[in-house]
């Protein structure tokens, strides 16, 4: 079934599109929340908090891309779990590694003062990564989305794990240089 079908069961308020989500999207969205929590446990039930999210969110939204929608959903609720417990332990050093690692470039959020100054952030990171040529796009995205370890991405992509870190450390120069650019630092 395809997304505009899906949102179509969920704006009829049909519980069927609940489990056609999870059919296709469940093992993605499960994984991220899992590579960011580290816990089975606390990664299903980010997911079914995801699920009533998007439940309760279309109506009135209508995403173009559902897996994507979901995905930012799952993700934004496993980073605040983890916010929320404060502990390190219990997702492993992954985490705090790959944020750390675009700290570097990115400004900080008490730099960026509106939410027009930082809505604009965002769009400008987004063209940044749609620019990219698609095997560093997904290098990317893996890496500071997914928040995948680098041997996965290394693994995935049929390439060395120097090669990743090679690659996400060239990336991270082009998006400093891009802010820089335009004057986000």
């Known amino acids: 079934m395809n997304d505009t079908e899906i949102i179509g069961l969920l704006q009829k308020r049909d519980e069927a599109a609940i489990s056609v989500i999870k059919e296709q999207y469940g093992p993605l969205c499960r994984q991220l929340a899992l590579q960011i929590l580290g ?3 606390d990664a299903d039930e980010c997911m079914n908090d995801a699920l009533l999210k998007l439940w309760n969110s279309i109506p009135p939204a209508e995403p173009e891309f559902l897996k994507a929608y979901l995905a930012a959903t799952v ?4 980073l605040n779990r983890r916010k929320a417990e404060h502990s390190i332990k219990r997702g492993g050093n992954q985490v705090p590694l790959v944020l750390d690692e675009l700290a570097e470039v990115a400004p900080s959020a008490q730099d960026v003062t509106a939410d027009v100054e930082q809505r604009l952030l965002q769009e400008t ?6 620019a990219l040529p698609d095997k560093q796009q997904r290098i990317f995205m893996q890496r500071y989305f997914y928040m995948m370890q ?3 991405i290394a693994d995935e992509n049929g390439i060395s794990e120097n090669s990743v870190t090679v690659t996400l450390h060239r990336l991270r120069r082009k998006l400093q240089d891009t802010l820089r650019k335009e004057q986000y630092i």
């Open 125 to 130: 990171i987004r063209a940044f990564i749609r």
């Open 75 to 78: 993700r934004n609720l496993a």
């Open 39 to 41: 816990n089975e446990q």
């Open 150 to 152: 680098l041997r996965e």
